[in-house]
């Protein structure tokens, strides 16, 4: 692939390529959505990419929330990656066991932590896999290193802020969540929750930003799905999904299309559709 940038996506060539230089870092990031029975952690020890650390999405988050692995403090951030020997100096690529979805969050939250060299490997471990390239079952061997952390607080909203958006028609909110769950005729995969989405929002499923193999679009195929949805690109974008995990994706295909106003809502539909006093909106409107 052509476009490889370490600050956004990269191919298995490109990490194959630099997979023993000193100052790289691998982290697995895979999240399985509620109702999965599958293991993270288990599927990351018995196979990974060598010298990979396993990034735990719901332990590096905030435990004070009753949300869903809602961003962590900077503190327990730093201490999480110093303990898996990740900080400054190195560059870091995060991949799941699925292909593209998970890897994408974990690269948001480095990038909100002020962070800037850390990319998604396309395709994932299943891409990496399918090409025989090396795998290995063994811890990796950590040496602690301090991480220097600027937050960028302009990159994450909460409800409030996404009420005034959905209000006022400043940003355009991007829902990365089925057509189906958009709408409100599909179910939410956790109990409780209103069908619908956030009233001004358009449905962007981040499955049309990906191929059939799980790797990110083109830029020029992902502008076209962007300009299909309706997205007014002059306006800055706010992205929600299910529990602030897809939305990521969103946000990574926005930076390979060049727009760097984009931020996250982190509580997303589990917050805002477990609220009888937020405004729901179905169908396509």
């Given at each position: ?226 300009a299909a949805a309706g997205v007014d690109m002059s306006k800055p974008v706010i992205t929600s999904c299910g529990s602030g995990i ?40």
């Amino acid at each position: 692939m052509a476009n490889d940038d370490p600050k956004t996506l990269v191919s298995t060539d490109w990490l194959g390529a630099h997979l023993k230089d000193p100052d790289l870092r691998v982290l697995d990031g895979t999240w399985f959505m509620p109702g999965d029975e599958r293991d993270a952690k288990s599927a990351f020890e018995a196979a990974h990419v060598p010298n990979a650390r396993f990034f735990d999405i719901d332990d590096i988050s905030d435990h004070r929330s009753e949300l869903p692995h809602m961003v962590p403090p900077v503190e327990k951030f730093m201490s999480r990656l110093r303990a898996m020997g990740v900080g400054d100096g190195h560059q870091v690529v995060v991949y799941d066991q699925i292909g593209l979805m998970s890897a994408a969050r974990v690269w948001w939250l480095f990038k909100l932590m002020g962070q800037e060299n850390i990319a998604v490997l396309d395709g994932g471990l299943p891409k990496w896999m399918a090409e025989e390239r090396p795998i290995e079952d063994l811890p990796p061997i950590v040496r602690d290193r301090h991480m220097t952390v600027r937050r960028q607080n302009q990159m994450v909203k909460d409800v409030t802020q996404v009420s005034s958006a959905s209000k006022l028609g400043d940003y355009e909110i991007l829902d990365a969540r089925s057509a189906g769950r958009f709408r409100g005729e599909a179910p939410e995969p956790r109990e409780g929750l209103r069908g619908g989405h956030i009233p001004g929002s358009k449905s962007v499923p981040f499955t049309e930003l990906l191929t059939k193999n799980n790797t990110m679009k083109a830029p020029d195929a992902l502008r076209e799905v962007f300009a299909a949805a309706g997205v007014d690109m002059s306006k800055p974008v706010i992205t929600s999904c299910g529990s602030g995990i897809t939305a990521a994706i969103i946000n990574l295909a926005l930076e390979r299309v060049g727009k760097t106003d984009h931020a996250l809502y982190d509580g997303s539909w589990t917050e805002w559709g477990a609220y009888p006093t937020m405004p729901v909106a179905t169908g396509d409107a």
